[in-house]
Nanobody
């Protein structure tokens, strides 16, 4: 059974940076496209960033483009989200997800088979 465990969240001032990690276990990591989503209180879960199996293709939501970078290390079974120039509106629970049938990246949450529990990111203004 695939398990995803996020870490790296916390409280940061606006303009600061955080790096989230997601550790994957239970299957072959390189066979899964990976994504990051976020959910703020009272709002729907929204796409943040995604990366292909090989790491060669990435995609981002317009709201984070140029500020966030997704990457993966297939030798360490880990996907990362580097978040720079954080804004108060980035405050949310950040979840990583794994998509088994996708070679390239996907931004649709319905394409993801497995989800982590999430890590809280709070940006103070």
């Amino acid at each position: 059974q695939v398990q995803l465990v996020e870490s790296g969240g916390g409280l940061v001032q606006a303009g600061g940076s955080l790096r989230l990690s997601c550790a994957f276990s239970g299957s072959i990591f390189s066979l899964y496209a990976m994504g990051w989503f976020r959910q703020a209180p009272g709002k729907e879960r929204e796409f943040v960033a995604a990366i292909s199996r090989s790491g060669g293709s990435t995609g981002y939501a317009d709201s984070v483009k140029g500020r966030f970078t997704i990457s993966r290390d297939n030798a360490k079974n880990t996907v990362y989200l580097q978040m720079n120039s954080l804004k108060a509106e980035d405050t949310a629970v950040y979840l990583c997800a794994a998509a088994q049938r996708w070679t390239d990246y996907t931004g649709s949450r319905n394409d993801y088979n497995y989800w982590g529990q999430g890590t809280q990111v709070t940006v103070s203004s």
